[in-house]
């Protein structure tokens, strides 16, 4: 198949298209380089798939109808997946307006392309954080996701909305993948892992924000790209799907694991709570496992454990 990755360059991007070359896959890789981290980092990140005579990265924005016009043109595709994104709840707080520009018309100069090209099938990174603080967990697709606490959850439920509007319209068929706060190799250096794992070797002060109770289902990379390479395979029409581990741990268990693997003592400090966090996040996975056969397999603990390793033979990154 040939297929369109959005957001290649970035850390869930980067390890779909090794993973989608290995399989035998075209694939055209489009993302901006957006400067939210560092574009070594991200370069870094594809050096093993620009070596592959089967993938191209081009470098453009996904808010500029022209560019990505200029894409679909250029190229005609079986599959886009959209991952493209300004991602992270807190900063979007700061700035909603470029997270609106990206996340919802960039979504929909995507939309408006495959429409126009008749391309008919489209699987987009939605998030956890569309639940909100719902206290109802696990949380299942079919729950009210009307309350978002951020503007970065308001605009991937707008994704989502849209996504469900192309269908509607066009068949446009669209797997809408809630991801659970995915972590691993090349993890974005601002999410809780990375950072902690950093701080403790660095012998940083670690900010906790809250007292520590807050829970997260952490998924790691290799188990959410499973789920991803198999919807970009299957034609569901439209559907929502979580895409987590179905596991949850607290902030302070999570730091006593980074201390036991890391062997560093950890130096923290509570802050308040930050608004736009959630407290908990919990999947409920039925759903991936009846629609694609999804089986995560990694434990928090085996996930951090390679992810230490990953830094270790990559300390450029810890630099
Ligand atoms: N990592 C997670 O825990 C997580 C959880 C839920 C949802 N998601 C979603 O998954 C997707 C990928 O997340 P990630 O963690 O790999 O983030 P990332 O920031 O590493 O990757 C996103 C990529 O999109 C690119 N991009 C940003 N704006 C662009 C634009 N205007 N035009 C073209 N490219 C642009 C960036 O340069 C970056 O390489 C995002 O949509 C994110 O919202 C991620």
């Known amino acids: ?32 380089f957006d400067p939210f981290y560092e574009r070594t980092v991200k370069e870094n990140n594809l050096k093993t798939s620009v070596l592959n005579e089967s993938f191209k990265l081009i470098e453009g924005d996904i808010r500029d109808s022209e560019s990505v016009k200029k894409l679909f043109d250029e190229h005609s595709f079986e599959v886009v997946v959209h991952l493209a994104a300004k991602a992270g709840v807190r900063p979007s707080i700061e700035d909603p307006t470029a997270y609106n520009k990206v996340n919802v018309l960039g979504t929909l100069n995507i939309l408006e392309m495959m429409k126009k ?40 439920i707008a994704g989502e909305l849209l996504c469900y509007n192309y269908w509607h319209l066009y068949k446009i068929s669209a797997t ?16 809780a892992i990375a950072k902690f794992v950093k701080k403790a070797y660095d012998g940083n002060l670690i900010s906790i924000y809250g007292d520590g109770s807050s829970c997260r289902d952490f998924t790691y990379i290799e188990d959410i790209i499973q789920g991803v390479v198999v919807s970009t395979e299957r034609d569901l029409g439209f559907e929502i799907i979580n895409i987590g581990e179905s596991e949850t741990i607290d902030l302070n268990s999570l730091l006593g694991l980074i201390k036991e693997l890391t062997g560093c003592d950890l130096k923290t400090e509570n802050l308040p709570m930050q608004p736009g966090d959630v407290d908990k996040t919990f ?33 450029e990154i810890r630099s």
């Open 176 to 191: 809408c993948l809630r991801f659970f706060t995915v972590y691993g190799p090349r993890q974005r250096p601002e999410m």
């Open 1 to 32: 198949m040939k297929i369109l990755i959005t957001g290649a360059a970035g850390f869930i991007g980067s390890h779909l298209c090794e993973k989608l070359l290995e399989d035998g896959n075209t694939v055209v890789g489009f993302d901006n």
């Open 117 to 156: 090209n008749d391309i008919k099938r489209l699987v987009f990174a939605s998030s956890s954080s569309v639940y909100g603080n719902s206290t109802d967990v696990p949380y299942k697709e079919t729950m009210n996701v009307n309350n978002p606490i951020s503007p970065y959850a308001a605009t991937k």
């Open 283 to 315: 999947a409920n996975i039925d759903k991936a496992k009846r629609l694609l056969d999804y089986a995560p397999v990694t434990s928090v603990r085996e996930g951090i454990k390679q992810y230490i390793s990953w830094l270790r033979s990559n300390p």
